[in-house]
């Protein structure tokens, strides 16, 4: 097997749901008009704590500065386990389970924190990036290691780290994070990239406006049931991971779902903050007028219109949306049904 180091250098943020009116304008622009950004990796999850953001640097510039955008105080490199060689959009699935056996485990051994991205294409690992090197020795026996350089795929170089290292042994792993399952049923799917504008409106509202009436009739009927939502648009690939109520509100025939209907059990692991240690607020600079115009448009009671056809759906959502517990990240797993 291959272990890809992609080129995106990334970073991963949290927003707490009262403040997500402050980057909608970003949101938008970063999922719905991305030939108007240099973005090639963006991802947005919404769980019942937060919103967590995974985007390039580029696409970083996107978001207005702000003290409400929590930001993991590291940059990630995304990793690709491919079987066969080729393009993870090209590749043999590998599996969660397999990445989780010969990837994650080894990192865990030597005290290496990952992020992990599961898409409707593949599944991508993120490693802090002064990590890297500790990561490819450790991995460096099982995978051959290749590096992605402007768009070619070329052999990592050795990057020498050697002293100090010792491989430890296999030990007894034991469960220190509580688990539990919600009651919902999830898919993940994707839709072709240039039916995007006809469910745009649809997507915005199930993006933003998740804590209306629909949302409450469910909770009160099923205590069990969570709020999960993901959109990532990374390469030009569309990916989706919803549960089965909201699958039923998109048009048929439009999502990409396999013959069988297969149907998803989420696992979350874990209630408190896990992996990222300290995150500090997000303050920087913007480097490009762009970034100027959105900071001016969100200082109005509602942001300027959308270019034709997104211009249907304010991006604020709804004034109701309760203040929620303080930002927590969540490792997800999805096991088949």
């Known amino acids: 097997m291959e272990l890809h180091i992609l080129e995106h ?11 997500v009116p402050l980057f909608t304008y970003g949101l938008i622009k970063l999922a719905f008009l991305s030939s108007k950004t240099r973005c090639k990796f963006f991802s947005l999850t919404e769980t019942p704590e937060d919103y ?32 066969g060689g080729g393009s993870f959009s090209s590749s ?35 490693v802090r990036e002064r990590d890297l090197p500790f990561v490819t020795h450790t991995l460096a026996a099982e995978f051959t290691i290749l590096r992605v350089v402007n768009g070619e795929t070329v052999a990592a170089d050795s990057l020498g780290i050697t002293n100090g290292f010792v491989k430890p042994k296999m030990v007894q792993r034991p469960v220190i994070h509580p688990l539990s399952s919600p009651s919902n049923m999830f898919c993940v799917t994707s839709l072709d990239p240039d039916t995007l504008p006809t469910v745009a409106t649809l997507l915005m509202d199930v993006m933003f406006y998740s804590n209306g009436v629909k949302e409450a009739v469910v909770s009160n009927e099923d205590c069990g049931h969570i709020r999960f939502f993901s959109f990532s648009l990374i390469e030009g690939y569309i990916s989706l991971v919803m549960d089965v109520q909201t699958q039923q509100r998109f048009p048929n025939n439009l999502l990409f779902t396999s013959a069988s209907g297969e149907l998803w059990k989420m696992v979350r ?30 200082d109005a009671p509602h942001p300027s ?22 930002p927590t990240f969540f490792l997800q797993y999805f096991i088949n049904q």
Not at 9 to 19: D, F, G, N, P, Y
Not at 106 to 117: E, K
Not at 271 to 298: D, I, N, V
């Open 9 to 19: 250098r990334l970073k991963v943020a949290s927003i707490a749901k009262e403040s």
């Open 305 to 326: 219109p959308l270019p034709a056809p997104l211009q249907i759906l304010p991006v604020l959502p709804p004034a109701s949306i309760p203040r929620p517990h303080p």
């Open 52 to 83: 967590t953001i995974i985007v390039d640097e580029e696409g970083f510039l996107e978001l207005p500065s702000s003290e409400q955008l929590s930001v993991a105080d590291a940059t990630w490199l995304a990793l690709n386990v491919v079987s």
């Open 92 to 126: 043999q699935p590998i599996g969660v389970t397999k990445i989780a056996k010969s990837v994650i485990a080894p990192l865990a051994d030597q005290n290496i924190s990952v992020f992990m991205l599961s898409t409707y294409q593949t599944d991508f690992i993120l």
């Open 269 to 298: 692991i874990g209630g408190q903050p896990l992996g990222f240690g300290t995150r500090r607020k997000h303050q920087r600079c913007h480097q490009c007028l762009e970034s100027q115009s959105s900071r001016e448009a969100l």
